[in-house]
């Protein structure tokens, strides 16, 4: 596996083959989502950061699991209208994949790896966990799926302002 995030081979929404190569040099951040989650609203607060921070380099990134409660049932264009529809999701999504488990994306082993959670777990606890990456490429932190998009604006501004 490749140590670069953005060689990892993923596919997009539309289900096209893709890497992040397209956002190296910006900060990213990556989100595990679900639709019918108890925290599905943070939705509307990922995208508000993304308006407010897009043209200074941020992108946030949705990966669409089911692993948490199967509270991602639908199919990759029922998600991508569903974020459209109810939250004006406009920052790019991707293909539904699994976050752990034999089966874990290489891209979320990782974050999990560059990042562990509490005490060091490697685990991902639930949808909505969130992965703030700088300019380089480099995992700077996890956030717990509590943690609303909000609360990570001023992390984010901090990160736009290291070129």
């Not at 108890?38 to 380099?57: H, I, N, R, V, W």
């Not at 999990?112 to 995992?139: E, M």
């Not at 700077?140 to 943690?147: G, N």
Request: hydrophobic share 35%; net charge neutral; proline share 6%.
């Amino acid at each position: 596996m490749s140590n670069s995030i953005y060689a990892i081979p993923l596919e997009n929404i539309q289900g096209q083959q893709t890497d992040l190569s397209e956002f190296q040099g910006r900060v990213m951040l990556l989100v595990n989502t679900a639709s019918a989650c108890g925290f599905t609203p943070q939705y509307a607060g990922l995208e508000s950061l993304y308006q407010e921070f897009k043209d200074q380099g941020l992108v946030v990134l949705g990966f669409p699991c089911n692993q948490f409660g199967a509270q991602e049932k639908g199919n990759e264009q029922e998600i991508q209208s569903f974020c459209e529809l109810n939250f004006g999701v406009s920052f790019p999504l991707f293909a539904k994949l699994e976050v752990n488990g034999p089966n874990t994306h290489p891209l979320f082993k990782l974050l999990k790896q560059q990042a562990p959670g509490v005490l060091g777990s490697k685990g991902i606890k639930w949808n909505f966990t969130k992965f703030l990456v700088d300019r380089h490429g480099k995992v700077i932190k996890r956030y717990a799926p509590t943690t609303k998009p909000e609360a990570l604006r001023e992390q984010i501004h901090q990160l736009l302002q290291d070129k």
